[in-house]
């Protein structure tokens, strides 16, 4: 059920994930009809052998020329392999194999297949295919005096969900008003096949970074992006990773990455951390369920299985379970450790939480009695590992919260997986010497119960209908271009400042680092962005929740 939440985005053609509940009949009816609908925005892009083009829309790259569409004044190019070959057949659980020059003329027409994924949402409803691993570029015709601020965008989803046909997703309008800068978004392995723990198998020491493949193809895109994107006007020294939910856990993430900074040099992290991630333990215990549900030994037996039944199986026995691994080897074990040592240092943030993450989730599963039950079974779940004391501080959190039954949950779960993280990523980034711009975003949905719930943001940040995401409202027209203009600013310049002729409302914006000592942070209200002293906004609770970023959050 949480699962299902996710990603719910695209109202549109979405209706089963917004409202109440239907007649099964009537929910499948729909199901169906909006399938077909998101299918027939499929097409498969082709060579172009005759030289018949348009070589104003064609950008040449390493591994091809590709020629993109122009809407107004923006091209965009879909379906661009980044990978030499996909990670089909034996490639399956192997890294992704880097591109070979290749002269020849490609359509980018058409977004590529969706990674595998349940049918859950509007990327699952889409074509899917282990043969996803595409990216997609936007780029203004209007010339630029200087090489274009390049912006590679990460989706969300839980790890497992998700993918960049989301109407959600589509940068035309955000590049139309923000013409200096490029767009990129990319697909990635998910859940059972990006984040699979196999190397402790009999056959499995081929399989060294099988549990984070999801973060090496990111890694591998990136790469694409690095050695091709002055063909599309952008500058490969100026790249800014942004990513929500699942998409900040893996930007958060790649900045562990060794080598992965020659990439990229600023990170946007919309609600997600390193923090959402899993040990090595858990990642081995998900694997021998999975071995055990299919009657599985080996890695071979695994090859065997169609992707289909992998993932159903994987969803059903491990909902939400698979994630980035703190493995020693792609990433280290201890984040916050390797954050406060320096590991990231050189890399500047711009990163945040919403006032009322959870209430995303309340909304989604149903309501108050059915995210109760969710709730309480996780509660004890998170608690188990922590000490007589620990639980005493928690329970002592939960009691001092007020109003309805759940609200305690929301809160505790909005600070354990979100909040209290956030505020850590930066006062180890502050005390290892390091940058990080922090927000706090307070606006909130018309849709009852939800609040300023996780992903609020999205629709007005990338300048979208309020009808694609869950704000239920369009929010004030000047805050929306204010939080755009600031974003992109970061993306330019390493500091989301604006001065009050940049500012849409014409007063400066100035967003303090944060530090150790004032804990400064940019509240961003719908009718006053400004900087405050986290200790008068409570974001976390320094006694009773900070100390839970030890434990896996994800």
């Excluded at 690095?226 to 500058?235: L, Q, T, V």
């Excluded at 004030?476 to 604006?498: C, E, H, I, Y």
């Amino acid at each position: 059920m949480l699962a299902a939440i996710l990603t719910c985005s695209a109202a549109t053609v979405m209706t089963a994930c917004k409202g109440g509940k239907q007649p099964a009949d009537e929910a499948n009816d729909e199901a169906a009809k909006n399938r077909e609908i998101i299918r027939s925005w499929y097409g498969e892009n082709k060579a172009i052998t005759d030289g018949n083009y348009d070589q104003s829309l064609a950008a040449k790259c390493v591994n091809g020329t590709f020629v993109g569409k122009l809407t107004d004044s923006t091209i965009v190019f879909k379906g661009i392999p980044y990978v030499g070959r996909q990670p089909v057949g034996e490639l399956r659980w192997k890294e992704p194999v880097d591109v070979t020059p290749c002269d020849s003329v490609y359509e980018a027409y058409y977004y590529a297949k969706s990674a595998m994924q349940p049918l859950e949402e509007i990327s699952g409803d889409y074509y899917q295919g282990e043969n996803c691993l595409c990216l997609n570029v936007w780029r203004s015709v209007k010339k630029s005096a200087e090489k274009k601020s390049v912006i590679v965008w990460i989706h969300g989803g839980g790890y497992a969900y998700g993918g960049p046909i989301d109407p959600l997703y589509d940068f035309h309008d955000f590049v139309e008003e923000n013409p200096d800068v490029i767009l990129v978004s990319a697909a990635y392995r998910l859940g059972v096949l990006g984040y699979l723990h196999l190397s402790h198998l009999p056959d499995g020491k081929d399989y060294a970074t099988a549990q984070n493949l999801g973060l090496k193809d990111q890694l591998q895109a990136l790469k694409w992006v690095h050695e091709n994107i002055a063909a599309f006007g952008g500058d490969p020294d100026n790249v800014t990773l942004i990513g929500e939910s699942a998409g900040g856990g893996s930007v958060t993430n790649l900045s562990l990455v060794k080598g992965s900074h020659q990439y990229f040099n600023k990170v946007i992290a919309l609600s997600g951390t390193p923090g959402l991630s899993i040990p090595t333990e858990a990642a081995i215990a998900c694997t021998n369920e999975l071995m055990k549900a299919l009657d599985c030994k080996t890695v071979a037996d695994l090859q065997k299985i169609d992707a289909e039944k992998l993932v159903s199986t994987a969803t059903e026995l491990l909902p939400l379970r698979l994630a980035p691994e703190r493995d020693g080897i792609v990433l280290p074990q201890d984040p916050w450790k390797a954050i406060a040592d320096g590991a990231v240092k050189d890399i500047t943030f711009l990163q945040g939480c919403n006032k009322d993450e959870m209430n995303f989730f309340l909304v989604g599963m149903g309501g108050p009695e059915p995210f109760i039950e969710w709730a309480a079974d996780r509660k004890a779940m998170k608690l188990a590992p922590l000490t007589d004391e620990e639980k005493a501080l928690v329970e002592s959190f939960c009691k001092d919260v007020k109003g309805e039954s759940y609200e305690p949950y929301c809160k505790l779960f909005s600070q354990l997986m979100f909040n209290a993280p956030c505020i850590r990523l930066s006062e180890e980034q502050a005390k290892a010497g390091g940058k990080c711009f922090t927000y706090y975003f307070t606006v909130e949905s018309s849709i009852p119960l939800m609040k300023s719930a996780h992903g609020m943001m999205l629709a007005p940040l990338f300048k979208r209908p309020a009808e694609y995401g869950d704000t239920g409202r369009e929010f004030d027209a000047t805050f929306s271009k204010t939080m755009r203009k600031m974003w992109v600013q970061f993306a330019k310049t390493g500091n989301p400042s604006l001065t009050a002729e940049a500012s849409p409302d014409g007063k400066a914006k100035q967003w303090p680092l944060y530090d150790v000592k004032d804990k400064q942070v940019m509240v961003l209200d719908e009718f006053n962005i400004h900087p405050e002293k986290e200790s008068n906004l409570g974001i976390v609770d320094w006694q009773k929740t900070y100390f839970l970023t030890n434990y896996s959050s994800f």
